[in-house]
């Protein structure tokens, strides 16, 4: 069995990561604030998480909360349509050392071929067509009646080349089951998301350095349970924050990191070592 298969499935088991926006306050630069968020954007990429929900804890500024949400969304849009997308923002001055991120649908074809599957961006419709931005292959048209209210919201479409003659004729395209990228959300408040999480009967995994050592017995368990969720949520502290207090709302609270080399882990290497580890559980 081959351990490389690109481009992956999504995981059969939901995965989904909390994350306290706080975790960039310890930056005091822009350009580290920067490259803090385009390194979380590339574990949650590389580990195939299907949604990241922001929290505010007691240390989230406004401008953290800003700056994580609008990164995270700005790297999970193709490259091709990301100027389509994203408006200017003094937030994104040091887009250019970010990393990308390579996902599947990042690398659209380099000229038109029929049958081919790319992201594009709803520029403009009359009553009958759209037109659909597609980066360097130029514009392509699609009939209007094949879009949904999602599509007509999020302005971007999945679509496959119909016909290259004169003009890229599309029709609407999916791509199935393949990953491409995680869901960015917010809330206010992480007790009331934790309990609609387990409403939906979402395994719900804290962290801490005082929490159960990662050993074979918790992996036991942990696969038995997890074989009987809809998915799991890993919950992660800020720079100060200790979860361990309030192990009640959790069904785990996980030590990921056994006999630490150092005083701390910070947020974004928890969330790398927590993420390998569970990786061939979900």
């Known amino acids: 069995m081959s351990c490389n298969n690109f481009p992956p499935l999504r995981r059969y088991k939901k995965l989904i990561v909390l994350l306290p926006p706080s975790i960039l306050s310890v930056e005091d630069s822009l350009i580290d604030k920067t490259n803090k968020a385009g390194f979380i954007s590339r574990i949650l990429s590389i580990f195939r998480v299907d949604e990241v929900i922001l929290y505010k804890d007691e240390e989230t500024r406004d401008f953290d909360e800003k700056m994580l949400n609008l990164i995270l969304n700005y790297q999970v849009i193709p490259p091709h349509i990301k100027k389509k997308v994203i408006k200017k923002s003094k937030i994104l001055k040091y887009a250019g050392i970010l990393p990308p991120l390579r996902l599947v649908n990042h690398d659209p074809p380099k000229k038109a071929e029929v049958g081919k599957i790319l992201d594009g961006y709803i520029e403009k419709c009359n009553k009958d067509y759209c037109l659909i931005y597609l980066g360097l292959l130029g514009k392509g048209v699609l009939d209007r009646k094949k879009l949904n209210n999602s599509d007509k919201n999020s302005k971007i479409i999945t679509v496959k080349i119909k016909s290259t003659n004169g003009k890229i004729l599309l029709e609407k395209a999916s791509w199935e089951n393949l990953y491409t990228g995680y869901k960015v959300s917010k809330t206010n408040e992480l007790k009331k998301e934790i309990n609609k999480l387990k409403n939906d009967k979402n395994l719900i995994i804290g962290t801490s350095k005082l929490g159960d050592c990662f ?68």
């Open 215 to 282: 050993d074979k017995k918790i992996q036991d368990n942990l696969k038995n349970d997890i074989d009987k969720s809809n998915g799991i949520a890993l919950v992660f502290g800020g720079p100060h924050a200790e979860l361990y207090q309030q192990k009640e709302e959790f069904d785990y609270i996980l030590n990921t990191v056994f006999n630490q080399g150092t005083l701390t882990v910070r947020t974004e290497e928890a969330l790398a070592i927590t993420l390998s580890l569970l990786n061939n559980l979900v």
